[in-house]
């Protein structure tokens, strides 16, 4: 069964930074694409980025380009958000994806003064 | 962008009857390899969405035969055959055909 844990999530001031990490376990991540999807307090879900199996493709949506950089360590079978500049509108449980599948509970950004 | 659109936005079902939601994609999710990329997720309260369908029609490993997928172009269903009570929650068809990959807004399922 695949787990996946998503951490790194928390209380940040407008302007801040977090990473967040998402581990495979039980599971080779490396031959499959990764994504972050996001979900808003109380709303809809909302892709975020994507990476190739080798890393060298990358893609975001449009509001966070320049302010989001995804990665992956594939010996570690990890995938990772780095996220500056947050803002108000980035508050959200960031939930990770192997191949569109999902299987971590997630992790909570809030951005707030 | 392309646009979802799911109906309805809620249902409520009685347990052993049978449940449809539509997914309306603004343009055709069929690609040049001849696949239609469309996908329906689960998502119970509290927890991370659940692949329920690929590709329009195909279970995900572990899915129950009560749930099936059809459609094609920009017109899409998703149906349960016999509800059940563990099938509460919040179905969001998704499209992965280009980026930004996007989602319908979610049809929230009750039971009566």
């Known amino acids: 069964e695949l787990l996946l844990v998503e951490s790194g999530g928390g209380l940040v001031q407008p302007g801040g930074s977090l990473r967040l990490s998402c581990e495979a376990s039980a599971f080779t991540s490396r031959t499959y694409w990764m994504s972050w999807v996001r979900q808003a307090p109380g709303k809809g879900l909302e892709w975020v980025a994507n990476i190739k199996e080798d890393g060298s493709e990358k893609y975001y949506v449009d509001s966070v380009k320049g302010r989001f950089t995804i990665s992956r360590d594939n010996v570690k079978n990890s995938m990772y958000l780095q996220m500056n500049s947050l803002r108000a509108e980035d508050s959200a449980v960031y939930y990770c994806?192997?191949?569109?599948?999902?299987g971590g509970q997630g992790t909570l950004v809030t951005v707030s003064s | 962008d392309i646009v979802m659109t799911q109906t309805p936005l809620s249902l409520s079902v009685t347990p052993g009857q049978p449940a449809s939601i539509s997914c309306k994609s603004s343009?055709?999710?069929?690609?040049?390899?001849?696949?239609?990329?469309l996908y329906w997720y689960l998502q119970k309260p509290g927890q991370s969405p659940q692949l329920l369908i690929y590709e329009v029609f195909n279970r995900f490993s572990g899915v129950p035969d009560r749930f099936s997928g059809s459609g094609s172009g920009t017109d899409f269903t998703l149906k349960i055959s016999r509800v059940e009570a563990e099938d509460v929650g919040v179905y969001y068809c998704?499209?992965?055909?280009?980026?930004?990959?996007?989602f319908g807004q979610g049809t929230k399922v009750e039971i009566k």
């Open positions: 343009q055709s999710l069929l690609y040049s390899d001849g696949k239609t990329y």
């Open positions: 994806a192997i191949s569109g599948v999902y």
């Open positions: 998704m499209h992965s055909i280009e980026l930004p990959w996007t």
